[in-house]
């Protein structure tokens, strides 16, 4: 095989891929990512108009895109995206996601039920409305947009802790569970990314010195750095890879 062989194994031509909470942040960037590997994508968010917006963006890079409206905490209206779409995509990227940052005092159960409504029941119930059809074409790709915040705690933040760490888990358990229908399942662990979800932390001078210290790097992630591990993992090139999580984190979690 010639390495340019190797490059073809992350070729997305003719593949379809629905990523969730694309409208902004990183999930645009995936999904604009997943574009320019050949992927047609469908950017999902609650806001029609915006992702309107962002599907032009994409269409005039070339790109091929359409917009999926819903909430994925609605699993009725998902279930009638997916009959409406006739075809399952080939790649599922569960990104959408909801942020409280209240410790446990403040945060109630049903806060918390939230949280791990957006962050993990609506990747266990995108992945099994998907599955069906990635079997009948004859495999998929599903990839949770997880966060350190899985196995590191920072305290004082413990629904996305919790919810985040239950996604991680989901993704162990649905590798096992699908792999001998031709159907990965991985994760992106990312650190601290300077997105618009993050707009107010970013020049915030001890966030600063927090990531000055704790991070090998010493900065923030960029948007667009999560971009090349996601084709990564949703390409063929991939083909042996499940049940991982890959942390994209500047090194952070590594340090002592
Ligand atoms: N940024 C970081 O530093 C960081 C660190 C670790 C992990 N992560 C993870 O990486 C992913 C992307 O992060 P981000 O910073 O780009 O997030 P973000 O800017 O907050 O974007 C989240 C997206 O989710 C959508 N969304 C929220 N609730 C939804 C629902 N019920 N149904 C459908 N869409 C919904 C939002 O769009 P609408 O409001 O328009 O629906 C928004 O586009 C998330 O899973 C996050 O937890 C991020």
Not at 104 to 130: F, G, I, K, M, Q
């Amino acid at each position: 095989m010639t390495h340019l062989a190797h490059l073809a194994r992350f070729d997305l031509t003719g593949r379809t891929a629905l990523v969730t909470g694309a409208g902004r942040g990183l999930g645009f960037e995936i999904a604009r990512a997943l574009a320019e590997a050949g992927a047609h994508v469908w950017l999902n968010g609650r806001d029609a108009g915006r992702l309107e917006g962002r599907v032009e963006v994409l269409a005039g890079e070339g790109l091929s895109a359409a917009a999926a409206p819903f909430d994925v905490t609605d699993h009725a209206a998902a279930a009638r995206w997916f009959e409406m779409a006739h075809s399952a995509p080939d790649i599922l990227v569960n990104n959408a996601t909801l942020r409280d940052r209240r410790p446990t005092p403040e945060l109630s159960p049903e806060d918390v039920d939230r949280l791990v409504a957006v962050n993990a029941t609506a990747a266990y119930a995108l992945t099994r409305l998907a599955v069906p059809g990635m079997i009948r074409s004859g495999g998929g790709v599903v990839l949770n947009i997880a966060s350190i915040a899985g196995p590191l705690a920072g305290g004082g933040d413990p629904g996305y802790t919790l919810a985040k760490g239950a996604l991680t888990a989901l993704t162990r358990s649905h590798a096992v569970e699908f792999a001998a229908q031709g159907i990965r399942v991985n994760a992106i662990a990312p650190g601290f990314f300077a997105t618009e979800a993050n707009e107010a932390w970013v020049g915030n001078a001890t966030v600063g010195d927090y990531l000055a210290t704790r991070s090998p790097m010493r900065r923030w992630g960029r948007s667009e750095e999560i971009a090349a591990a996601a084709v990564f993992l949703c390409a063929p090139g991939a083909s042996y890879v499940t049940g991982h999580v890959l942390t994209v984190d500047g090194g952070m979690s590594v340090k002592m």
